[in-house]
């Protein structure tokens, strides 16, 4: 069977995926993206930092971009890649959860991050709403109202500095986990208190969020919490092709997003989880220019083999 041939496979429609795929679709390149609609922002009702779309749902944001990237001859197909297999000199054949298949001369992965959410009643339905990540995404929709960290997770006391300059009424819970000395001394010189006790459910109400849970049965009443979740990078698709990961699962080996695997990158959050949307599109349109250089020696090479 004959497979539709691409020069670039992009697994992943977020900003990245998209941004990426509109770059090599502008530079005349072949380009077929593999995305479910399930991006890791889904939750959040608006984007922000994103100059001239602040505020913009990401939705939106997604739709206006498929737009664009179809108007230069992007492919879509609706369905996560399941598996990859090939390499850069016989190409890559990529196979969607709905069976299709195609081929590509180089991939971009696009697939970002898993945020592993504590595993308490309420945490679920609070993402994105009133269980927050980025301060640089909501603290200004937060601001001055009472907040909460949740704490026992690594980075977190850094995060509650951070975010006290959004508001003056901030509580670290320390989720049961021993709090250094140090780190109560910065938190308290900053004015923000300290709540001990383990974290059992984030209370909703409808739509109302009424505060935290402690294991003692009170309740820390704030408006949001703050958390820094860990995150899982769905590299699949790189460990199935033998790609180097390192020991937090992530597969660049370099900030260029390049992997151990010739003629296979990553972008967006699968280089840095943190990355806000404008940062992870950035990277993307930067990551597209060079795939499409790398084609460009390949054309050469193939070209002058030609000529023998």
């Not at 913009?56 to 997604?62: D, M, Q, R, V």
Request: charged share 20%; net charge negative.
């Amino acid at each position: 069977m004959t497979l539709d041939q691409f020069d670039v496979a992009v697994v992943g429609g977020g900003a990245a995926g998209l941004s990426a795929a509109l770059t090599l679709g502008r530079s005349r390149r072949s380009v077929v993206i593999f995305d479910a609609g399930e991006p890791r922002n889904a939750p959040a009702a608006e984007m922000h930092g994103f100059l001239s779309r602040d505020g913009l749902a990401p939705s939106e944001l997604l739709q206006v971009g498929r737009g664009e990237v179809i108007s230069y001859g992007v492919r879509f197909i609706g369905h996560t890649a399941a598996a990859v297999r090939g390499d850069v000199d016989t190409g890559f054949v990529v196979t969607a959860g709905n069976g299709t298949e195609i081929a590509a001369r180089r991939l971009i992965l696009a697939t970002g991050v898993e945020d592993r959410l504590p595993a308490i009643p309420g945490a679920r339905e609070a993402w994105g709403r009133f269980l927050l990540h980025c301060p640089y995404c909501h603290g200004y929709e937060v601001r001055d109202r009472p907040l909460a960290i949740f704490g026992g997770l690594p980075g977190a006391v850094g995060q509650a500095l951070l975010i006290r300059q959004w508001t003056t009424d901030l509580t670290y819970v320390t989720n049961g986990m021993a709090l250094a000395e140090e780190d109560r001394h910065k938190l308290l010189a900053r004015g923000i208190d300290v709540r001990e006790g383990a974290i059992t459910a984030l209370v909703l109400d409808g739509g109302r969020f009424d505060g935290i849970r402690l294991d003692g049965g009170h309740t820390v009443r704030v408006d949001a919490v703050f958390i820094r979740p860990p995150a899982r990078p769905r590299t699949e698709l790189i460990a199935s092709l033998g790609g180097t990961l390192d020991a937090s699962g992530f597969a660049h080996i370099d900030p260029s997003g390049r992997t151990s695997i010739p003629g296979v990158w990553v972008t967006g959050n699968l280089v840095d989880p943190r990355a806000q949307v404008i940062t992870a599109a950035g990277h993307a349109n930067a990551v597209a220019m060079e795939v499409n250089a790398n084609l460009v020696d390949d054309d050469v090479h193939t070209a002058l083999l030609a000529l023998d």
